[in-house]
């Protein structure tokens, strides 16, 4: 018994798999077809970009903010607070910046896709589009995907940016650090090499964001739960998959530039 | 009746169309002919595989076997782009209407005009075809208003409009009356048949709804059991003493 | 129209996010950039070293404190030559002598590695792009140990001569006992008492300044065992073995000039002798004194020295070392208890 259910549960994941990466090729291929579904690429950058900046903006704030705080007291003891703009900032950039962020878009737009395709699924109106010669997956999916692949790496500059400007504003009144030595301590630790591979690194998370959300909503069971399920599993499937990209990331990365 | 021969005035034919979903099979052997400028009314009960059989016979769903011939070609023959060049000429009410909510009742109406400049040519400004859409179904006053905003009637003629835009020659009705009040139906069976008079269009019309089907109904299948059980018009269907017909005029 | 000029002002809300976003990427990248000299004119030099000190590719160069330039590249020549290619900003090139040296040093106590383009004599040409320069060596820690080291040695020589001498005056050879023995000095004598009494002061004074050295250091001890097993514990170990024997030689001169006061006092014919000559015993106390001050001086040495391995306590790098050595004599105290 026990194994017979092992092996079907492992033979549902290895078909979700399948099924996802059969999406993601069908992705590669139409993409580059014609027509090009300009207007509503734009349309959904405005959506998942400009929409989602309050929220990256606010929690990278936050997380500058916190994270300057929580190990002020620990440099301190090491009479180390001047290092903490390199710290903050090396941190922020290779990984806090890019994972939050990410995650936070799982949220927000990974959902926000499995909703909104399942439920015109449901209500068929991907169907309606079909009928009336639009090819929803141009339409909806391809549009959609790009849109999250190439506005993520904003999301992530910018919250970013707002985060090292939180914790320079931590810095600047415990520790009365200017705003040009914090910041010229932060870039003169930084190198490419972290630069490169976390804005590459974004890229892959926004694709992951926009193919699972796109998938879970393109393949919506009918009815209301299916949404909600969706919805759901759209963000779960998402973020375990930013951690797996992460990884895989931190490995090229390490192969390609020394630590 | 002439089974298995292609009538030249047919628009459609469906032969010995068989759909399963695992081991069940929702369509065993179903044929069908479609004439020119008809209102073909199929009734069935719910999950008799009407809707499925209409998906199949516009290419949403695939079908396992038969063979489905829309105005003279066979659709496995055709490729992707083939197949939307021959939906222009076909359109589709949903049964739910399926308005697209993220957009107002003109873009839902220009939506379907983006891809069909073959039929149209370039179109500059697709106004005027809205709004005589939108005037046929007697609605041009919401033109601006988002579906959200729209009662389950409107969002029926919207829906209806927006597969008039196109100006087909033939009209699939999935279920045209359902979760509308009677007397919204009634205006919704009405302004079915003006459409039909002022298009020229070729419809079938999928409904368990007996009043709709009295009404538009030149001829009706009843879909029983995956197979067209009965053929005839409503006066005929009525007469007949088959138990399983007889359910359905109660 | 009205949906129109919303897509319209959409466009150019999505416009502005992606050039905000894009204009903060490039100048991130413009930073980092100019941080690693690469954009701007630059030119390239050379220095050589024996040592690079885990010198990385990207440090940076300093010439007078200011960044100048990075280091482009590291590759041994031979046994004991690496050569660093480093890139100097132009402008920086026209002030940098050519015979300019290199040093490499550390940013902070434990920061990256750095070098230091020392500025060379101002008759000497300035240097040119793909010039070689030279290199110091780094003083180090040992150095400054080793240097302190032979700094003792001499105070214990010093200190050994002096015993000689106060011995030869006991013993009554030599010029000086004999002028001890001449008869014509018994009018001083109470002055000279005197000065005899100043000199014991002095000599007292001067014991407690070796006592507090020699107190100070072993306070150290633990300090000092902490770096027994290196090189610099083992100078550590014969600057204090110095010390002891300035010590004991200490105490035997004292105890010498002791023997010759009391002679002097009982009245033998030394006394007369004595107090004939004034200067003698006056140079016999400035040179306790003067043995006094460097007596005095090496114990502030020492407190320094002890200043400094408490400060080492302190750092972050050696404070866990520390820690543990303090929580095993706790556990050892434990077990005497126990």
């Known amino acids: 018994m026990g194994t017979q259910k092992t092996i079907n549960s492992l033979q549902v994941f290895l078909t979700e798999v399948g099924d996802i990466s059969y999406f993601a090729g069908r992705f590669f291929t139409d993409v580059f077809k014609r027509p090009f579904e300009f207007k509503e690429f734009l349309r959904q950058c405005y959506n998942m970009g400009n929409r989602s ?6 929690t990278g704030f936050i997380i500058g903010l916190v994270f300057t705080l929580q190990s002020r007291p620990t440099l301190q003891e090491f009479g180390a607070v001047a290092w903490m703009p390199s710290m903050v900032g090396i941190s922020i950039i290779r990984e806090i910046g890019p994972i939050i962020t990410a995650l936070i878009c799982a949220g927000r737009i990974g959902s926000g896709i499995g909703a909104e395709l399942g439920s015109m699924r449901v209500t068929e109106q991907i169907d309606a589009m079909e009928v009336s010669g639009t090819n929803p997956f ?6 959609r995907i790009l849109a999250t692949t190439f506005m993520l790496p904003i999301l992530v500059i910018i919250g ?17 650090v200017s705003f040009q030595l914090y910041f010229s301590e932060v870039f003169s630790s930084l190198e490419f090499g972290d630069v490169i591979p976390s804005t590459i690194k974004s890229f892959f998370f926004g694709f992951a964001i926009g193919l699972v959300g796109c998938y879970k909503g393109y393949n919506c069971d009918k009815g209301t739960e299916g949404v909600g399920l969706a919805a759901n599993s759209a963000v779960v499937y998402t973020s375990l998959l930013l951690f797996v990209i992460d990884f895989v990331a931190v490995l090229v990365a390490d192969l390609f530039y020394e630590l | 009746m002439k089974k298995n021969t292609i009538n030249s005035n047919a ?3 469906i032969r010995d169309l068989k759909k399963s979903y695992g081991d069940n099979y929702v369509l065993n052997g179903f044929n069908l002919d479609l ?3 008809e209102n073909l009314v199929i009734m069935g009960k719910s999950g008799s595989g009407k809707s499925v059989m209409i998906k199949c016979l516009i290419g949403l769903e695939e079908h396992d076997s038969g063979t489905v011939i829309i105005m003279g070609k066979n659709i496995d023959d055709l490729d992707h782009d083939e197949l939307d060049e021959l939906r222009t000429e076909i359109g589709f009410l949903f049964q739910g209407s399926a308005l697209y909510d993220s957009m107002s009742v003109r873009e ?9 400049t073959k039929k149209f040519g370039e179109i500059n400004d697709a106004s005027p075809l809205v709004m005589e859409a939108l005037e046929s179904v007697g609605l041009a006053r919401a033109v601006d208003l988002m579906p959200s905003e729209l009662s389950g009637g409107m969002k029926r003629r919207i829906a209806l409009a927006r597969t008039l835009i196109l100006k087909p020659q033939i009209i699939l009705y999935d279920e045209p009356t359902t979760g509308l009040d009677p007397i919204t139906s009634k205006e919704i069976v009405l302004l079915m048949k003006s459409v039909q008079e002022k298009y020229k269009t070729s419809s079938i019309i999928i409904t368990h709804d007996v009043d709709c089907a009295r009404a538009i109904s ?21 007469e007949m003493e088959d138990p399983k017909i007889k359910a359905f005029f109660k | 129209m009205k949906a129109l000029d919303k897509t319209t002002a959409q466009k150019i809300k999505l416009a502005i996010f992606v050039i905000a976003g894009l204009s903060l990427f490039i100048l991130g990248v413009y930073l980092i950039g100019n941080q690693q000299s690469m954009f701007g004119s630059n030119a390239r030099i050379f220095a050589t070293f024996n040592n690079i000190n885990g010198l990385k590719i990207g440090n940076n160069v300093r010439y007078g404190g200011l960044n100048v330039g990075t280091v482009k590249g590291i590759r041994m020549v031979n046994d004991s030559t690496i050569v660093v290619d480093l890139t100097i900003k132009k402008d920086a090139l026209g002030y940098i002598r050519k015979n300019a040296k290199a040093a490499l040093g550390t940013d902070g106590l434990v920061g990256n590695m750095i070098i230091n383009i020392v500025p060379g004599s101002e008759e000497i040409g300035l240097l040119n792009a793909e010039d070689t320069i030279h290199s110091y060596r780094r003083i180090t820690t040992e150095d400054m140990l080793s240097t302190l080291n032979v700094t003792n040695e001499n105070a214990a020589m010093l200190t050994a001569d002096l015993l000689k001498i106060t011995r030869a005056i006991n013993s009554g050879e030599g010029t000086i006992s004999y002028l001890l023995k001449d008869s014509t000095m018994a009018l001083n004598l109470e002055q000279s008492i005197r000065y005899f009494r100043q000199t014991a002061a002095s000599t007292s004074k001067m014991i407690s300044h070796m006592d507090d050295l020699i107190v100070s250091l072993n306070n150290k001890n633990n300090v000092i065992g902490l770096l027994r097993d290196s090189v610099t514990a083992n100078q550590l170990k014969s600057v204090v073995s110095n010390l002891e024997t300035t010590g004991n030689d200490m105490n035997k001169l004292v105890a010498n000039l002791n023997a010759t006061v009391t002679r002097a006092k009982e009245g033998d014919g030394a006394i007369n002798y004595l107090s004939n000559d004034k200067s003698l015993v006056k140079k016999i106390d400035t040179s306790v004194n003067s043995l006094d001050a460097t007596l005095h001086n090496l114990n502030e040495a020492s407190i320094k020295l002890n200043e400094n391995l408490e400060a080492l306590k302190h750092n972050i ?3 866990g070392y520390f820690k543990k050595l303090e929580k095993e004599k706790e556990k050892q105290l434990e077990k005497e208890i126990k």
């Not at chain 2, 839902?108 to 069909?116: A, C, G, K, T």
């Not at chain 2, 067209?228 to 018009?233: F, H, K, L, Q, S």
């Open chain 2, 108 to 116: 839902n109406l220009e939506f379907p005009l983006r891809r069909h």
């Open chain 1, 138 to 143: 141009k339409y909806l999916v391809i549009t």
């Open chain 1, 160 to 176: 970013d940016a707002i985060a090292l400007y939180g914790s320079y504003l931590v810095e600047n009144i415990k520790g009365d």
């Open chain 3, 317 to 319: 790098l050696f404070r």
């Open chain 2, 218 to 238: 030149n001829r009706m299948i009843l879909l029983v059991d995956g197979i067209n059980y009965a053929e005839g018009t409503y006066e005929e269907l009525v």
């Open chain 1, 53 to 58: 900046l309050l929220l990256v903006g606010v």
């Open chain 2, 11 to 13: 628009v459609i034919t």
């Open chain 2, 35 to 37: 004439y020119e400028g």
